[in-house]
């Protein structure tokens, strides 16, 4: 009876750990997935979700319509430019990258983790590890950004003056060299903010401007059958409130946070919560990398179809 009871006991316990086995390697292989060839981050600087009750973007709002998207995302504290921007970039927290001010040109306080460039690693230098051969490239209207990520790192380091010359660098970048990740910064409406208002006639305008460069490209991308094999989130560093920004009212915290193209569901509207450093982890996660445990963002999964 004994001996029994052990047998049953042992092919239990196989069966077990059989069963937990062929599910973690489920988890690794799904982790290692990548779920597209090429991962556009479009960054509107200064468009806040509150924008979306006036701003005429039928391109974007396209995208929202055949994609997943939250307007309840959330900047990190202050809700300024650099901080922000590094935040997304560096899938972390000013706590621990060092990056505080809205200029910042390096951490006012001393990152909690340095890579081989001298700063907290960005998702380029995951990229750089993990895909050696990959192409990458940083295309930006605001100078500012060129601080915040490793710049020898990229294939292509350019500051446009204009968003149109921004857009115009990076669609052919995109459309030449076919890299797997290019961030695309676009800083028009954030200047009408500051001298007109976040909520003007002016600050509108712009946006409309950056909708119709957004729908140039994806029609750019279409065509050269690409977007097949892409997919882009778009998102804001912060909002706005009157002329100015870094302070802890909606209008300047809350951000849209939206994901478009291969493998994406179109559920529309997204429960996640989001904060902006969980946007490298969701590209690392797309990228099918390995996400550093010193990062503090999260993947958002739910973007992904279930198909």
């Known amino acids: 009876m004994f001996q029994l009871l052990l047998k049953r006991y042992t092919l239990l316990s196989i069966i077990i750990l ?21 991962i556009i981050l479009v960054g509107i600087d200064g468009f806040g979700a509150h924008a979306f009750e006036k701003a005429k973007i039928p391109n974007i709002r396209e ?13 990190v504290l202050p ?19 060092g990056f505080t001010e809205w200029d910042s040109r390096e951490p006012e306080l001393p990152s909690a983790k340095l890579g081989e460039s001298g700063i907290y690693p960005t998702i380029f230098s995951l990229i750089d590890t993990q895909l ?10 605001w100078g500012g950004i060129r601080n915040l990520f490793e710049r020898a790192l990229v294939d292509l380091d350019y500051n446009g003056e204009t ?36 909520d003007s006639p002016e600050f509108y305008l712009e946006i409309e401007k950056i909708d119709v ?9 279409e065509d050269k059958n690409l977007m097949k094999e892409t997919i882009i989130i778009l998102t804001s560093d912060h909002g706005g409130n009157r002329k100015s920004h870094g302070g802890k009212t909606l209008k300047e915290v809350q951000i849209p946070w939206i994901a478009y193209g291969k493998g994406i569901s179109s559920q529309g509207e997204m429960d996640s ?6 946007t490298g982890a969701t590209i690392a996660y797309l990228l099918g990398l390995e996400i550093p445990e010193f990062w503090r963002g999260k993947p958002v999964k739910e973007i992904l179809s279930s198909k």
């Open 18 to 38: 059989v069963s937990c086995a062929s599910t973690q390697k489920a988890i690794s292989q799904e982790q290692n997935k990548q779920h597209a060839k090429h």
């Open 63 to 75: 995208m929202m319509k055949n994609g997943s998207y939250s307007l309840k995302a959330r900047a």
């Open 79 to 97: 809700s300024s430019s650099a901080v922000n921007w590094a935040s997304m970039l560096m899938g972390s927290g000013p706590e621990l990258h």
């Open 132 to 141: 050696p051969k990959a192409k990458k490239g940083a295309i930006y209207t």
């Open 163 to 198: 968003d149109t010359k921004t857009i115009e660098k990076a669609t052919s970048f995109i459309a030449e060299e076919k890299p797997v990740f290019t961030f695309i910064h676009l800083d028009d409406a954030d200047h009408a903010g500051h001298e007109i208002g976040f």
């Open 213 to 221: 460069l957004i729908g140039k490209m994806i029609a750019t991308l």
């Open 273 to 278: 919560v989001i904060v902006t450093y969980d």
